[in-house]
């Protein structure tokens, strides 16, 4: 492999490749790339292991600890990378459930699991989603698409959706501390105090009910809890969020009249992890929901589909709600918080306390699929002390990650030209939430495209579970639907897959079986090697005659929550002249997460994540760009490069995250980067329901280092 180009002939992407699809050449060839499966010595060194002898290790340990401590001691992670590959979660996940272990975590719960707990108290809008590329107006809410491709804005072609979106007369309003690249192309930039998003949503909504500019007759209709609403939001008049938030009045009142009332075919708003990771995350995502609902942006009867399934089952698109459903508060529980499993998933950010905290139920054994624990969890501190304490880590990884570095066996995996690949992944993250998703009945498939190193030892993740179940005697089953951190909410049922140690199946195989039910043949996609877009004519379905189902914009919990935020100080006028910043999370075009990062041809001679800062607030301290300083927060603190960066807020500092090594190497952050979930504490503020820690609008100071 020596390029990747864009396909001009794929009528999705449109040609379009971002750069780290381009760099994937690069990841292939890494030579950091593992190619053989490694084993920790006592020393702590790791040397390599044949992979089949690799399972007879784990598969004996992991029996034992079963045996000794019960299921519940054995705990998966699911990361990011788990996602490229459909059939490595449905099998990580099966196999937790053929142990009986209800211990599965994956990354959702540490992301923005408030956009699960949010649908299952508002309920589904079964017309779906309206289509961006035919909106007038559309709202971001902390969230920057066209780096992170992840909502609102589609992710095949953000920058050329927009371009013609802004040409067709659409106007994007966008509330970001930062002047993003998406806010930088806004109608209008909101840039409020960080962590004010639910203020500004409540006032938003506020304005738009006092104008009656809301949908009368879709409420009447398909919603319940109106007049609840309209009580609770009645409090964030426009002076009070303009003062809050730190805005000016007449903007706020701007974007809620644009919003409202621009153009004829309105669309939707949408929230990204800036919004989520600074508290009140389910209920920002509940009042991003309650704000479309109410202003009636679902698609209604006659109009098409705009997210019609083509490797997922057919569904029939109505235009009438799914009701609110049990969200929370059910299932396992866990030992520390009041946590419970909830739609969302297992909570993360609980997985090193559980590691930690002895006496029944401790976890002994984790094993992590394309995930990185040690630089992406929340408290890196507890999380090295949980990881190192542990009896058997295992991760399928590509390189020597932070976390693989912990680990007992690195499981070296074939990466994504090795393996088949389809689109069936990319369909289900509808279902996470709305306003994400492909935008049209468009699948592809593409087979194996580079065989792997030779001389290497590389097993397909999936398999790796099945080498498991061979050894502990298992049967499996699995659905073609995330077990976990997925929602519950799908159209049409999953398909049910069983499996036992002695199943000999190719992946193409394996993925002919997921694709049994699938609306558009598997066969049939594969004809279309540029991939395809198989119709346009799915039209939403009137409401089923016996329905009655409505939409919930009152939610009991939710509303009180928000009574709550009213009483509060402003965070910003909560100020702590020993913590005069607030750190805000942000994205970089070149990594995702901590993939690349080590990688010269993306991080192109800057190996770490600067702390960004208006250039005026630098100068006030003394500060010079290029220099080193210590971000200290309540919890803790890292050493790290200043840059300049007029995009932010005077009061303001953005970083990446997942950068940095392990707790002791921080002298070496010039070459590696500053871990910003070292600042984080899981156990000060967090989200009741899915434990999700603020990992952003956290308050820091900043000082030359040596003297912080
Ligand atoms: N402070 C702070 N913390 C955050 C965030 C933040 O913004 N700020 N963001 C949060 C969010 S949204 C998320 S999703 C999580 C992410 O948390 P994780 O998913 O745990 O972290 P990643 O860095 O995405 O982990 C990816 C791992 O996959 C490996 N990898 C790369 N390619 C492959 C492959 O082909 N196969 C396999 N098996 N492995 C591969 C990489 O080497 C890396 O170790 O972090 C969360 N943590
Ligand atoms: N290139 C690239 N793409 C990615 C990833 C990546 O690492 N790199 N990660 C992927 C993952 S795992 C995820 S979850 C998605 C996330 O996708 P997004 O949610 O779009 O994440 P960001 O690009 O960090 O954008 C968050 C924005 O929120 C703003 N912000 C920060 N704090 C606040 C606040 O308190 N209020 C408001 N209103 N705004 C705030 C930041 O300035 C930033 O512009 O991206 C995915 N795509
Ligand atoms: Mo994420």
């Given at each position: 492999?020596?390029?990747?180009?864009?396909?001009?002939?794929?009528?999705?992407?449109?040609?379009?490749?971002?750069a780290?699809?381009?760099?994937?050449?690069?990841?292939?060839?890494?030579?950091?790339?593992?190619?053989?499966?490694?084993?920790?010595?006592?020393?702590?060194?790791?040397?390599?292991?044949?992979?089949?002898?690799a399972?007879?290790?784990?598969?004996?340990?992991?029996?034992?600890?079963?045996?000794?401590?019960?299921?519940?001691?054995?705990?998966?992670?699911?990361?990011?990378?788990?996602?490229?590959?459909?059939?490595?979660?449905?099998?990580?996940?099966?196999?937790?459930?053929?142990?009986?272990s209800?211990?599965?975590?994956?990354a959702?719960?540490?992301?923005?699991?408030?956009k699960?707990?949010a649908?299952?108290a508002?309920?589904?809008?079964?017309?779906?989603?309206?289509?961006?590329?035919?909106?007038?107006?559309?709202?971001?809410?902390?969230?920057?698409?066209?780096?992170?491709?992840?909502?609102?804005?589609?992710?095949?072609?953000p920058?050329?959706?927009?371009?013609?979106?802004?040409e067709?007369?659409?106007?994007?309003i966008?509330?970001?501390?930062?002047?993003?690249?998406?806010?930088?192309?806004?109608?209008?930039?909101?840039q409020?105090?960080?962590?004010?998003?639910?203020t500004?949503?409540?006032g938003?909504?506020?304005?738009?009910?006092?104008?009656?500019?809301?949908?009368?007759?879709?409420?009447?209709?398909?919603?319940?809890?109106?007049?609840?609403?309209?009580?609770?939001?009645?409090?964030?008049?426009?002076?009070?969020?303009?003062?809050?938030?730190?805005?000016?009045?007449?903007?706020?009142?701007?974007?809620?009249?644009?919003?409202?009332?621009?153009?004829?075919?309105?669309?939707?708003?949408?929230?990204?992890?800036?919004?989520?990771?600074?508290?009140?995350?389910?209920?920002?995502?509940?009042?991003?929901?309650?704000?479309?609902?109410?202003?009636?942006?679902?698609?209604?009867?006659?109009?098409?589909?705009?997210?019609?399934?083509?490797?997922?089952?057919?569904?029939?698109?109505k235009?009438?709600?799914?009701?609110?459903?049990?969200?929370?508060g059910?299932?396992?529980?866990?030992?520390?918080?009041?946590?419970?499993?909830?739609?969302?998933?297992?909570?993360?950010?609980?997985?090193?306390?559980?590691?930690?905290?002895?006496?029944?139920?401790?976890?002994?054994?984790?094993?992590?699929?394309?995930?990185?624990?040690?630089?992406?969890?929340?408290?890196?501190?507890?999380?090295?002390?949980?990881?190192?304490?542990?009896?058997?880590?295992?991760?399928?990884?590509?390189e020597?990650?932070?976390?693989?570095?912990l680990?007992?066996?690195v499981?070296?995996?074939?990466?994504?030209?090795?393996?088949?690949?389809?689109t069936?992944?990319?369909?289900?993250?509808?279902?996470?939430?709305?306003?994400t998703?492909?935008?049209?009945?468009?699948?592809?498939?593409?087979?194996?495209?580079?065989d792997?190193?030779?001389?290497?030892?590389?097993?397909?993740?999936?398999?790796?579970?099945?080498?498991l179940?061979?050894?502990?005697?298992?049967?499996?089953?699995?659905?073609?639907?995330?077990?976990?951190?997925?929602?519950?909410?799908m159209?049409?049922?999953?398909?049910?897959?069983?499996?036992?140690?002695?199943?000999?199946?190719?992946?193409?195989?394996?993925?002919?079986?997921?694709?049994a039910?699938?609306?558009?043949?598997?066969?049939?996609?594969?004809?279309?090697?540029?991939?395809?877009?198989?119709?346009v004519?799915?039209?939403?379905?009137?409401?089923?005659?016996?329905?009655?189902?409505?939409?919930?914009?009152?939610?009991?919990?939710?509303?009180?929550?928000?009574?709550?935020?009213?009483?509060?100080?402003?965070?910003?006028?909560?100020?702590?002249?020993?913590f005069?910043?607030?750190?805000?999370?942000?994205?970089?075009?070149?990594?995702?997460?901590?993939?690349?990062?080590?990688?010269?041809?993306?991080?192109?001679?800057?190996?770490y994540?600067?702390?960004?800062?208006?250039?005026?607030?630098?100068?006030?301290?003394?500060?010079?760009?290029?220099?080193?300083?210590?971000?200290?927060s309540?919890?803790?603190?890292?050493?790290?490069?200043?840059?300049?960066?007029?995009s932010?807020?005077?009061?303001?500092?953005?970083?990446?995250?997942?950068?940095?090594?392990?707790?002791?190497?921080?002298?070496?952050?010039?070459?590696?980067?500053?871990?910003?979930?070292?600042?984080?504490?899981?156990?000060?503020?967090?989200?009741?329901?899915?434990?999700?820690?603020?990992?952003?609008?956290?308050?820091?100071r900043?000082?030359?280092?040596?003297q912080?």
């Open positions: 492999m020596t390029k990747v180009a864009g396909d001009p002939d794929n009528p999705m992407f449109q040609g379009y490749t971002c780290k699809g381009r760099a994937l050449p690069e990841i292939h060839n890494n030579p950091q790339r593992l190619l053989h499966s490694r084993k920790r010595q006592p020393d702590g060194t790791h040397t390599q292991i044949g992979s089949e002898q399972m007879d290790e784990i598969a004996a340990k992991l029996q034992e600890l079963i045996s000794g401590y019960g299921p519940r001691s054995v705990a998966m992670y699911l990361g990011t990378n788990g996602l490229p590959y459909p059939a490595s979660a449905l099998m990580g996940n099966a196999f937790m459930r053929g142990i009986e209800p211990m599965f975590f994956t959702n719960t540490i992301d923005q699991p408030g699960q707990i649908l299952a508002h309920g589904h809008w079964l017309g779906g989603d309206v289509d961006f590329h035919e909106a007038d107006s559309w709202m971001l809410i902390g969230t920057n698409p066209l780096v992170s491709k992840a909502i609102g804005i589609p992710g095949q072609n920058s050329r959706s927009l371009r013609a979106a802004t067709r007369g659409m106007k994007l966008v509330v970001d501390p930062r002047r993003s690249q998406t806010a930088a192309r806004a109608a209008i930039h909101l409020p105090r960080p962590g004010e998003d639910v500004i949503l409540a938003i909504i506020n304005i738009i009910i006092a104008n009656g500019w809301h949908d009368a007759a879709f409420v009447d209709e398909n919603v319940s809890g109106f007049d609840d609403l309209a009580r609770a939001v009645s409090g964030f008049t426009p002076a009070y969020v303009a003062e809050r938030a730190d805005l000016p009045e007449a903007q706020l009142l701007s974007a809620a009249e644009l919003f409202a009332t621009h153009g004829t075919k309105r669309g939707m708003v949408n929230a990204g992890t800036g919004a989520n990771f600074a508290m009140h995350g389910n209920l920002v995502e509940y009042l991003c929901l309650c704000l479309t609902t109410i202003c009636g942006r679902w698609q209604r009867a006659g109009e098409k589909v705009t997210r019609p399934n083509a490797l997922l089952p057919a569904f029939t698109a235009a009438q709600a799914h009701p609110p459903y049990e969200g929370w059910y299932g396992e529980r866990l030992r520390v918080r009041g946590l419970t499993d909830a739609v969302c998933g297992m909570p993360t950010a609980a997985l090193a306390d559980e590691i930690l905290l002895e006496g029944d139920g401790q976890v002994k054994a984790l094993i992590c699929i394309g995930g990185n624990p040690m630089a992406a969890w929340p408290d890196q501190r507890k999380t090295h002390r949980a990881l190192q304490s542990l009896e058997l880590l295992v991760t399928l990884d590509t020597m990650s932070l976390t693989s570095r680990a007992d066996y499981i070296a995996p074939m990466m994504q030209m090795e393996t088949p690949a389809m069936m992944g990319s369909e289900l993250i509808k279902y996470y939430t709305s306003g998703g492909i935008p049209a009945a468009y699948a592809q498939y593409t087979p194996r495209l580079v792997p190193p030779p001389g290497s030892d590389l097993i397909e993740e999936w398999k790796f579970f099945l080498g179940t061979k050894r502990m005697d298992l049967e499996l089953w699995f659905v073609n639907f995330f077990g976990g951190g997925g929602g519950k909410f159209e049409s049922p999953p398909i049910v897959l069983q499996m036992t140690g002695d199943t000999e199946l190719s992946t193409e195989e394996l993925f002919e079986q997921m694709c039910t699938s609306r558009i043949p598997l066969d049939e996609v594969r004809r279309h090697p540029h991939g395809a877009i198989f119709d004519d799915a039209v939403v379905q009137e409401r089923d005659a016996d329905n009655t189902a409505r939409l919930d914009v009152g939610n009991g919990y939710m509303l009180a929550e928000l009574a709550t935020v009213l009483d509060e100080e402003a965070e910003g006028a909560r100020g702590d002249a020993a005069p910043f607030r750190l805000i999370p942000r994205r970089h075009p070149n990594f995702m997460n901590s993939s690349g990062t080590a990688l010269a041809a993306l991080n192109r001679g800057k190996p994540n600067p702390v960004y800062m208006h250039p005026d607030s630098a100068a006030e301290l003394g500060l010079r760009p290029g220099s080193s300083v210590l971000v200290t309540r919890h803790d603190c890292v050493p790290a490069v200043l840059e300049a960066d007029d932010v807020r005077l009061d303001v500092v953005a970083m990446h995250h997942a950068f940095g090594g392990l707790p002791d190497e921080d002298d070496e952050f010039r070459a590696h980067g500053t871990n910003v979930g070292r600042l984080v504490s899981t156990e000060v503020d967090y989200d009741p329901i899915t434990g999700l820690p603020r990992q952003g609008n956290i308050a820091v900043i000082a030359p280092l040596g912080g």
